[in-house]
């Protein structure tokens, strides 16, 4: 199969949009003819190169929908005729309320073949706009992010210079409030250490960084192509934010679970869709959740299985199931 995906191609693969068009691209390479188109600069002159390299049968956009995204999908199936387009919304800003008034002007004449999403809200916004709609999630490399021994994490911790003797609480993704990071000053002390990897795809808020820093947490801001060993040497993860600061479907707590990590987690996105809030992972309501479940998963005696939850979600069941979405989207 000849497939085109438009995504965010980039070296550093700590971010969310790279992330997703990395493993997909790459799984999907092992059997089928894969064209790369990258989201940024995604400028005409880019556009053309990919047109001059072949006819696809499918073009699948991976992104944040917007009018652009949708007259980008049309335009190249003008261009390619009888391609089958595609478009992942792999971000929740689609369900704002700005967002649902122009799509519902243009999108009935932009539409593509189909439209894929993770949880039911999108699904319904998009249906009710004429759509074809299905359902895909996000994958995670269950071989890369394994679970570790307490050897090995002793090892990391003295590598990275973090205190053997601590509670190591963390978070990996973008320093910003509207992740609402700023929820873990109240989390650090004692015993607990908060450690946050920033991703460098995105300038971090300076203020948010001092205000962290000066309540004791550990900020890292910068890359790191190990990302699995500061899973590794962590004893827990957690998620705090509350509306669209992520993709719907976050890859670091998938990426924690399949570490066998506990994650502590607020009802964001697709997660309380597709996960019961048990077995080591926890859903929270409101911040003041946070501290007292973390007590618990300090004391021992809890069961922690997340690894078993996000197994069926590896990047090879994900895009074989992608195969056959695109083989029954080819024969409508």
Same mark, same amino acid.
């Given at each position: 199969?000849?497939?085109?995906?438009?995504?965010?191609?980039?070296?550093?693969?700590?971010?969310?949009?790279? +992330?997703?068009?990395?493993?997909?691209?790459?799984?999907?390479?092992?059997?089928?003819?894969?064209?790369?188109? +990258?989201?940024?600069?995604?400028?005409?002159?880019?556009?053309?190169?990919?047109? =001059?390299?072949?006819?696809?049968?499918?073009?699948?956009?991976?992104?944040?929908?917007?009018?652009?995204?949708?007259?980008?999908?049309?335009?190249?199936?003008?261009?390619?005729?009888?391609?089958?387009?595609?478009?992942?919304?792999?971000?929740?800003?689609?369900?704002?309320? #700005?967002?649902?008034? =122009?799509?519902?002007?243009?999108?009935?004449?932009?539409?593509?073949?189909?439209?894929?999403?993770?949880?039911?809200?999108?699904?319904?916004?998009?249906?009710?706009?004429?759509?074809?709609?299905?359902?895909?999630?996000?994958?995670?490399?269950?071989?890369?992010?394994?679970?570790?021994?307490?050897?090995?994490?002793?090892?990391? #911790?003295? /590598?990275?210079?973090?205190?053997?003797?601590?509670?190591? =609480?963390?978070?990996?993704?973008?320093?910003?409030?509207?992740?609402?990071?700023?929820?873990?000053?109240?989390?650090?002390?004692?015993?607990?250490?908060?450690?946050?990897?920033?991703?460098?795809?995105?300038?971090?808020?300076?203020?948010?960084?001092?205000?962290?820093?000066?309540?004791?947490? =550990?900020?890292? /801001?910068?890359?790191?192509?190990?990302?699995?060993?500061?899973?590794?040497?962590?004893?827990?993860?957690?998620?705090?934010?509350?509306?669209?600061?992520?993709?719907?479907?976050?890859?670091?707590?998938?990426?924690?679970?399949?570490?066998?990590?506990?994650?502590?987690?607020?009802?964001?996105?697709?997660?309380?869709?597709?996960?019961?809030?048990? /077995?080591?992972?926890?859903?929270?309501? /409101? !911040? !003041?959740?946070?501290?007292?479940?973390?007590?618990?998963?300090?004391?021992?005696?809890?069961?922690?299985?997340?690894?078993?939850?996000?197994?069926?979600?590896?990047?090879?069941?994900?895009? #074989?199931?992608?195969?056959?979405?695109?083989?029954?989207?080819?024969?409508?």
């Amino acid at each position: 199969m000849r497939i085109c995906l438009i995504g965010n191609f980039r070296p550093n693969l700590d971010e969310g949009f790279t +992330n997703v068009a990395f493993n997909m691209a790459r799984e999907l390479g092992k059997h089928h003819e894969i064209m790369k188109l +990258n989201l940024w600069p995604l400028s005409c002159s880019t556009l053309c190169r990919g047109v =001059i390299r072949g006819h696809p049968q499918v073009i699948h956009y991976l992104t944040t929908p917007s009018i652009v995204s949708f007259w980008i999908l049309r335009a190249l199936s003008l261009y390619w005729r009888g391609s089958k387009t595609v478009m992942s919304v792999l971000h929740p800003d689609a369900l704002s309320l #700005r967002r649902r008034a =122009i799509f519902r002007r243009f999108i009935p004449v932009l539409r593509p073949d189909l439209v894929l999403v993770q949880y039911p809200e999108t699904e319904e916004m998009f249906t009710t706009f004429g759509c074809q709609v299905g359902f895909l999630p996000n994958g995670v490399d269950t071989d890369r992010f394994r679970p570790c021994s307490p050897e090995s994490k002793e090892q990391l #911790r003295e /590598k990275y210079g973090i205190d053997p003797g601590k509670f190591v =609480i963390l978070h990996i993704g973008h320093l910003r409030r509207d992740r609402n990071l700023q929820t873990l000053s109240q989390i650090q002390g004692g015993n607990n250490q908060v450690l946050i990897v920033a991703s460098t795809y995105q300038r971090a808020d300076e203020g948010l960084y001092q205000e962290l820093t000066e309540s004791g947490c =550990i900020i890292w /801001k910068r890359y790191f192509p190990d990302i699995e060993e500061i899973y590794a040497l962590a004893d827990c993860y957690i998620f705090p934010a509350q509306e669209n600061g992520c993709l719907s479907l976050p890859l670091s707590v998938l990426e924690a679970m399949a570490c066998n990590l506990p994650v502590i987690s607020t009802r964001f996105g697709a997660l309380p869709t597709m996960f019961q809030g048990d /077995k080591g992972l926890w859903f929270v309501e /409101k !911040e !003041e959740d946070f501290l007292p479940l973390l007590e618990r998963i300090r004391g021992g005696g809890m069961e922690v299985n997340t690894r078993e939850k996000v197994l069926p979600y590896s990047w090879e069941n994900t895009v #074989r199931e992608l195969e056959q979405i695109y083989n029954r989207v080819i024969q409508t």
